[in-house]
């Protein structure tokens, strides 16, 4: 238990994530992987089956929190973040609004990060999804 609890408090939050759903856009055809880097705010999304997609609007924070400090997020916090790009370009002639104004679902977290000093203990060894942090 105490180990947990001193990567609790040496986790840190300096971005969060707006990630969602929309409804078809016939601009994107399926199959099509978007990367969209900017500063202070980046979109990752795939375009799946039946041309919805997925996407996840990564957003830098004002600061760097600490574990327990950083703010918590509404749907109001997401969609005001979200209207303020609505004019960004997303891919050729398509705008984050595109995506935005077809959302079917969405909800916005903090990223929490923080690397592990060690791997291992005993016999024990994290490996793959094993090593990422729990809440």
Not at 15 to 29: D, E, R, T
Not at 87 to 100: A, H, I, Q, R, S
Request: overall charge neutral; hydrophobic content about 40%; some cysteine.
């Amino acid at each position: 238990m105490w180990y947990v609890l001193t990567i609790s408090l040496e986790m840190s939050i300096e971005y969060a994530c707006v990630f969602g759903i929309s409804a078809p856009n016939p601009k994107l055809s399926a199959g099509l992987q978007i990367s969209c880097y900017n500063d202070g705010w980046s979109i990752l999304s795939v375009v799946g089956k039946n041309g919805r997609t997925y996407w996840f609007l990564f957003l830098k924070l004002g600061r760097k929190y600490v574990y327990g400090e950083a703010p918590r997020f509404t749907a109001e916090d997401a969609t005001k973040r979200c209207e303020a790009l609505r004019d960004e370009p997303f891919w050729k002639d398509v705008t984050f609004g595109d995506l935005w104004s077809r959302r079917e679902t969405f909800n916005m977290t903090n990223l929490e990060e923080y690397v592990l000093d060690n791997w291992h203990w005993g016999k024990i060894v994290c490996l793959g999804d094993s090593t990422h942090k729990v809440r």
